[in-house]
């Protein structure tokens, strides 16, 4: 009777063993998988801040690029605001040098006036007998033509003399009018370039303000991708943190099922002992004793194999496929899943060619890669030994590194028990 309700205690204890384990092992997974949908979001936050990033570079590049054509620009102006101001100094100059000429030309031309004047009233005065006088005082006729063509030429002489005064008044007047027009346009250009650098200098103003803000939505966006990276890393080293306790937790419970299942056994080869004791006790109650007749002993060692088990209250069988705590491959952390890569830049991208994340040179056959276990720790593979040299995996998933692509591929997604040696 206290046979019985022992073992019924012991059913209740293991059936609240399995019970229990897998809600501890649930919470962990909830665990996981919420902060698994965490990293998720914030990985697509982290995303969109990038894009925010490379949005605003490109704008900040060509607001850039837009001031750089802009300061040239304003270069330019500033130029072709010296080269007017020095044509419109020597036009100045020019000018005051045609306005010199021109009151010259002009005090000249009034002067030749006078003079006109003055043989014009003596020839009028004197036309009666001066001009005559001096023609008919002629010594002979030659003479007298002589005279007459002198009086021609110089009143010629006064003609020319005057027209040509009249005509350098004119063209020095042509001069002053061209270098005033000149000087008209030189002033126009100049108030049109000084228009357009104005309006070059206020877009460079509201452009350098525009980069300005660029440049502090850069800051406030790399604020927050760099705090979006440390919380995603965070997260990272929490789920592997839980990936290793659901690891652990996963060969506790099948430990434990190892546990109870050889405790289910042994209390099933007690229950066997105990009704052949009494089977073999009654047994011998009923048996007659006739007088003169000596019991047969059962000789020793009659009984199998199985039965003498049965005496020693413990039975033999185990469940091979119950991993131990620590056995002689070192410590049993779980079936992991395994891949494989190589050092090119498809397996590695931009670290292609480099060291391992510890620094060391990848070799085929002991490298492997994994996070949640110190680099140089050594885990037993399929028999074969192997070092964590390199990350870029969860635990729980290590991945071997090989000599080529090919062999990478050829590998594929496998899995085993994975050891970690003592």
Known sequence: MRDKKRLGLMLVALSLTFSAVPSYAATTQERISDIQAQKKTMESTLEDTRNKIAGLKSKKDQSESYMSDLSGQLTDLQKSLEELKTQSESKEKELEQVQTELESAKDQEAKQYEDMKLRIQYMYENSNSGYLEMLFSSDNFGDFISRAQNMAEISKYDRKMLDDYQAAKEEVQEKENKVLDEQKKIAALQEQSSRKQEQVQELYKATYQQVRTYNEDLD??????????SRINSQEDTLTQLMVQAKNEEVE??????????????????????????????????????????????????????????????????????????????????????????????????????????????????????????????????????????????????????????????????????????
């Open 253 to 422: 419970r099948q430990q434990r099922e190892a546990a109870a299942a050889q405790a289910a056994l042994e209390t099933q080869a007690a229950r066997e002992t105990q009704k052949k004791q009494a089977v073999s006790s009654q047994a011998k109650k009923n048996t007659p004793v006739n007088a003169g007749s000596s019991v047969v002993q059962r000789p020793s060692g009659s009984d199998n194999g199985a039965n003498n088990n049965a005496s020693t209250g413990k039975s033999q069988k185990v469940n091979p496929t119950a991993p131990s705590q620590s056995d002689g491959q070192g410590t049993y952390l779980g079936n992991f899943k395994l891949t494989s890569y190589c050092n090119c830049e498809i397996c590695t991208g931009k670290w292609a060619g480099g060291a391992t994340a510890s620094g060391t040179t990848p070799t085929a056959g002991r490298t492997i890669a994994m996070a949640g276990l110190p680099f140089g720790t050594k885990l037993s593979i399929n028999g074969h030994v192997y070092t964590v040299e390199d990350r870029g995996t969860q635990y729980g998933h290590v991945d071997i590194f090989t000599g080529s692509h090919a062999d990478a591929l050829a590998f594929g997604v496998r899995h085993a028990d994975v050891y970690r040696l003592n």
């Open 220 to 229: 406030q966006s790399h604020s927050e991708e760099g705090d979006l990276l």
